[in-house]
C-alpha cells in the first residue's frame, strides 16, 4: 500500500485507475503529469467528460451515439436505406466508416449474446431491430459484422432465425487472409476457411 | 480524420488524448468504457481531476506535493532531520518511502538540469535547496538519489559545487547490477561500472 503525500492524489489516481488497461503506476504518472501542467489542462478534461457521460444520447434508430434524437446517418439522405449492417458497438460503426466503402445504414447491438457474461438477447437491442426491419419497406439486405468469435456467430445465428421469412437478403462480412498479412502466420483456422470460401478470379 | 457520432465524444477523445501515453484509439476506448459505466464513475473522475489540481499545494520545505502548507515528511519528528534526500520528482519520493529503508528528509528538485530541453537550474528549486541546508543546524548529509542519466550526473555536479565548503557529506545512490537482474543482460557501463565501485565482503 503506498503512501501518497496527498488525499487528493490518492483519490486521483484512485479513479483514473478505474478505467479499463490503465494501472496504479499508469494513474499516478497521468495525475502527475495533471499537476505539471495548466489548471485549464484538468478543467478541459473534467467537462469533456461529463458534457461526454450527461449531453451524449442514443439514436432511436440506430441506437449509435448521436447528439440528437436522430443521428447523423439515420437522418441523411445520401445514405442507401436498402441495406442495414448490424455492428456490436460504436467503435466498429467509426471502423467500417473509416473505409469509406459503406454508404448504408448501421444497427448497433450494444454487444453480443454472450451467456458467460450474464447478456442475452433482451440485453441487446435486438427487438429494436425486428421492429426496425418490419416497418422499413425500402429494406432489402441485412449485413452481420460482428466479430469472428463464437458470440458473434450465435448472435448472427440467432439473429438470422428471428428473420426468417422477411424475404430480405442475409450475408456475413468475408472473412480470411487479412490483407498484408502473411500466411505463415496466420491461424488454421482462418487460413482453412479461406480456403473453403475461396473466390473465382475474373479471367 | 475520424468522423465522430457526437461532437462530445469528439471533445472527449481530445482532451484525454492529450494526456501523455493516450493515443487517439485509447482514448474513444476509454470514453466509451465512461458511456456504458454510471454517471456517478464520470462525475467522480472529474471531480477527482479538478480536486487534485486545485487544492494540493507544495511543501514550503521540500517542494513535494502536499495537502498543507508543510508536507508530512517535514513535519514528522520521528524523520531524521540530519539527512536530505536530493530527488528529481514526486513517483522518486513514493519509490523511496516504499523501500521503508529511508528515514531522512527529501527535496524534490522538479526536474534534472536539461539544457536539450530548456531546463537550467533556475526552473528547479535549487535555491531553495541550498537556503534550506544553510538554515538548518541539523543537517549533516546529502544524499543524490538522481536518475544515472547525463543529466542527472550534471546536475549532481552542479549541486556538488554549489555545496562546496558547506562542510556536509555529499553522497550519490549506488548504481551497479540491480539484484535479481541477469549479469549478462547488464549493460557494459553499468556492468564497467559496478566493477569499479565494488563493495568489500565481510569475511
Known amino acids: 500500500m503506498i503512501q501518497y503525500p496527498s488525499k487528493y492524489i490518492e483519490k486521483a489516481v484512485e479513479e483514473i485507475s478505474k478505467l479499463p488497461g490503465i ?7 497521468l495525475a502527475l503529469h495533471l499537476l505539471k501542467e495548466n489548471e485549464s489542462t484538468s478543467h478541459l478534461l473534467a467537462n469533456s467528460l461529463i458534457d461526454l457521460r450527461t449531453k ?6 440506430c441506437h449509435n451515439i448521436s447528439d440528437d434524437e436522430i443521428c447523423n446517418i439515420c437522418i441523411s439522405h445520401r445514405r442507401d436505406k436498402s441495406i442495414i449492417c448490424v455492428v456490436e458497438d460504436t467503435r466498429d460503426v467509426l471502423a467500417i466508416e473509416n ?5 448504408g445504414l448501421y444497427h448497433v447491438l450494444n454487444g453480443v449474446i454472450s451467456p458467460m457474461d450474464g447478456i442475452g438477447p433482451s440485453e441487446l437491442t435486438i427487438d429494436s431491430l425486428i421492429n426496425r426491419v418490419k416497418a422499413s419497406e425500402e429494406l432489402k439486405e441485412i449485413i452481420f459484422a460482428l466479430s469472428p468469435t ?3 456467430d450465435t448472435t448472427s445465428f440467432y439473429l438470422t432465425k428471428k428473420m426468417k421469412g422477411l424475404q430480405l ?6 472473412r480470411g487472409v487479412p490483407i498484408g498479412g502473411d500466411l505463415e502466420y496466420t491461424d488454421e483456422i482462418t487460413l482453412g476457411r479461406s480456403i473453403i470460401s475461396r473466390t473465382k478470379n475474373d479471367q
Open 150 to 152: 463464437m458470440e458473434g
Open 23 to 29: 494501472g496504479k503506476k499508469t494513474a499516478l504518472r
Open 169 to 174: 437478403e442475409l450475408s456475413t462480412i468475408a
Open 99 to 103: 473505409t469509406g466503402q459503406y454508404t
Open 56 to 61: 451524449t444520447r442514443y439514436c432511436t434508430h
